[in-house]
């Protein structure tokens, strides 16, 4: 607590001062006029004799009567540009003026209250002598706990400024209206705060590190795309030759700088992730010295700290890589239809629930006649279409997937047709051996059970290798796939009907092959006539 103000450089007549009489000021008023001191109650008991102070003691007390007298009692800071009035009070000249305010006259004295006129205001050098002789000799090391600018004990915490003050600096109006709270109850507060925002960063360090993995894994899948997308370049441009031999090099070098851009971004996407991840690494570091530090040391601005971590954050979005340079060889499409022949459905193979038109090229997944009987035979009737052969044995046809086979069997040399979807929806194209009607599951259409195909619809399509997968998506929007069967090469590839444009090859080993159709709910297909080839 502060002691209560007495006035600098001079006092009351009668009281006597700590340090010994002092010298009085000039036109100072007579003892009668101003405010004597309230005489204090005596108490009945027997005083108790006062304990003569120790020397420390004594320094302690000089100190601080000291540091009372060189303070101005306006802005309770050392005195600036000090002067006196006629009643012997020192103020700084900005505070009195600014209490004073404009005009001229008399004014009261802040302190005691009595009149002096604003011409009594004279400059106090002695006493700004001694403040700078003071401020000398405190420039060296503070104590620790200690204010620097008013050595005394840091007590408050100023939520404002974001440090630790002590009472006189609470006073001042450097602090006026900021919010205090006790420096022990600061210290817990940030504490637990820094300790939370710790942990917060940990997780986010762990949510970097995720997507760091997954940018790898991305990266590993995606070489192997363009590994295998390279190796059909190459292959496509192998069966031209010399003719398409500056073809294959022009489409080699974009598919380099292609690699290179893809490369690049994935460098800049790891080097993004690596460089959050040594942020989030120093931050959680300064955050973990900044907890176990000392209290003061802790309550040096630890908003700041808080601040930047809760303003860390790691928005990472995977990218879905592809490859953008497709095959698009020249010639591709005019080469394959000179091996077009004519597809047709086996109708005695097809799943119940599929329809045909009157010559076996259209083909739609819709309801069997045994759900709607009149309406189904009505419709079948009127448009064309018929319903697959009940009478056909179980062995001969799909009666758990709506599938349906080809008439042809393909047993050597190169054979190509195309398949059309007019609404859009998935429908599946391809060869397979003739044992497969007796498939019970959409998961089982793969290599390994003897069916090659390849799906597609709006989202893209993707090969049938029985495992789950994403389609990659078509520009322009694929509608319709050439299906190559190349006996001597024992592969079968699927080409965009429209631009030629490669989408995949399945290696294919066996000797005898059937056009292969698969028919998602309410979806259709057409086998477009034959125009040249075979």
Avoid at 392 to 415: E, W
């Amino acid at each position: 607590m502060r002691k209560s103000r007495r006035p600098t450089g001079a006092r009351p007549t009668g009281v006597p001062s700590p340090q010994g009489s002092r010298r009085s000021f000039p036109n100072q008023p007579p003892a009668e006029s101003r405010p004597r001191p309230r005489p204090r109650p005596r108490l009945a008991a027997t005083p108790t004799p006062t304990p003569t102070p120790t020397p420390t003691q004594r320094s302690g007390m000089e100190a601080e009567d000291l540091q009372e007298d060189l303070t101005c009692s306006i802005c309770l800071d050392y005195f600036e540009d000090p002067v006196s009035i006629e009643c012997g009070h020192n103020f700084c000249r900005g505070c009195l003026l600014r209490s004073w305010g404009p005009g001229g006259g008399s004014f009261p004295c802040p302190e005691c209250r009595q009149p002096s006129p604003f011409s009594s205001l004279r400059p106090n050098w002695a006493l700004a002598r001694l403040i700078e002789r003071t401020r000398r000799q405190r420039q060296g090391p503070v104590p620790p706990g200690q204010c620097s600018r008013h050595w005394e004990a840091l007590r408050l915490f100023c939520e404002d400024d974001q440090r630790p003050v002590c009472l006189v600096c609470r006073e001042s109006q450097e602090h006026q209206g900021h919010t205090m709270a006790p420096i022990d109850e600061a210290s817990c507060s940030y504490r637990e705060k820094l300790l939370k925002a710790q942990c917060s960063l940990k997780d986010k360090m762990k949510k970097a590190m995720y997507f760091q993995d997954i940018e790898v894994k991305n990266a590993t899948a995606w070489k192997e795309k363009m590994k295998n997308q390279r190796v059909r370049l190459s292959a496509d441009f192998a069966k031209l030759h010399l003719f398409l031999e500056e073809e294959e090099q022009l489409f080699l070098q974009r598919l380099s700088e292609e690699e290179e851009e893809t490369t690049k971004k994935q460098n800049e996407n790891t080097l993004k992730l690596h460089q959050k991840i040594t942020s989030l690494k120093q931050l959680i570091s300064e955050v973990r010295e900044k907890s176990e530090s000392s209290t003061l040391e802790l309550l040096q601005n630890p908003k700041d700290l808080l601040t930047r971590s809760e303003n860390q954050d790691v928005d990472y979005s995977p990218e879905v890589l592809m490859v953008k340079n497709v095959c698009q060889i020249p010639m591709m499409k005019e080469m394959l239809k000179r091996l077009q022949v004519a597809v047709s459905v086996a109708e005695g193979t097809a799943h119940p629930k599929l329809v045909f038109s009157q010559d076996g090229r259209f083909v739609k997944n819709g309801a069997s006649a045994s759900s709607w009987p009149l309406i189904s035979s009505a419709w079948s009737y009127f448009s064309g279409w018929r319903n697959s052969q009940k009478n056909a044995p179980f062995v001969d046809r799909f009666q758990h997937l709506p599938c349906v086979l080809g008439k042809n069997i393909f047993t050597s040399g190169k054979h190509y047709w195309e398949v059309e979807s007019r609404d859009g929806l998935e429908i599946a194209v391809g060869v397979c051996r003739e044992d497969v009607m007796g498939l019970v599951d959409a998961s089982e259409m793969c290599p390994h059970r003897g069916i090659w195909a390849l799906s597609w619809g709006s989202a893209g399509c993707q090969p049938l290798t029985g495992s789950p997968g994403s389609p990659t998506k078509q520009e322009p929007a694929l509608h319709r796939v050439g299906v190559f069967l190349d006996f001597g090469a024992r592969d079968i590839s699927f080409y965009s009907a429209v631009d030629g444009a490669h989408l995949h090859t399945f290696s294919c080993p066996v000797s005898r092959l059937r056009p292969f159709f698969w028919l998602s709910p309410l979806a259709s297909l057409v086998i477009p006539a034959v125009t040249g080839g075979k």
